[in-house]
């Protein structure tokens, strides 16, 4: 499952390599302390180690946080590196997932860090996941013109563009009425 892990997600690979590395270390002084005859040494040892985890934990709790949330993202996979999303208010393409960020290149070309807790907490919306996306706008149209044949016409225009879908097919409707006029909305895919 381990060699799974670290092929379907490079991160995780490195995390894995990464603790077994720190436990065989741990094990590897544990049991040369124990060959030495300091079992008193070996007990202090992970007494200390005890202690110093939990004062560490609270002195780095947000490092620790995002450590997790990028742990638990690169499980779920809600994204890949490419994809176009929405995370609260920010919006770009994923240039990647790091150990305490997710990395993304905003449509003006900035590079924005987002902390994976932040990640993991907000909505995220993928534009990438489904290839059909719907797209939609308003306009006006004054009173002495025909409304229908201006919902026929605008549903004719949309429909003649390359890329969109025939099925669902565009649509139109009257959003609002006015003594000026009305407010159509249409929509394609």
């Avoid at 995370?87 to 997710?102: M, N, P, W, Y």
């Avoid at 905003?106 to 924005?112: K, P």
């Amino acid at each position: 499952i381990l060699t799974r892990l670290g092929r379907d997600t490079p991160y995780m690979d490195g995390l894995v390599r990464g603790i077994v590395r720190g436990l065989v270390a741990l094990a590897g002084v544990l049991v040369a302390l124990d060959l030495l005859g300091a079992t008193s040494l070996v007990g202090a040892v992970l007494g200390s180690a005890g202690v110093v985890g939990i004062v560490l934990g609270f002195a780095f709790k947000d490092i620790a946080e995002n450590y997790i949330a990028g742990v638990l993202l690169s499980l779920r996979r809600p994204f890949s590196p490419g994809d176009t999303v929405r995370i609260d208010s920010f919006e770009g393409k994923v240039v990647a997932l790091t150990a305490r960020a997710t990395i993304l290149m905003t449509v003006d070309g900035n590079h924005l860090q987002l902390p994976n807790s932040v990640v993991f907490k907000s909505v995220l919306l993928n534009y990438s996941r489904n290839p059909k996306r719907r797209f939609d706008f308003e306009t006006s149209v004054d009173n002495r013109a025909s409304w229908h044949a201006a919902m026929d016409a605008g549903i004719a225009a949309i429909a003649s563009v390359e890329g969109v879908l025939t099925e669902p097919a565009p649509s139109a409707l009257i959003r609002t009425l006015s003594n000026d006029g009305a407010t159509l909305q249409f929509a394609g895919w």
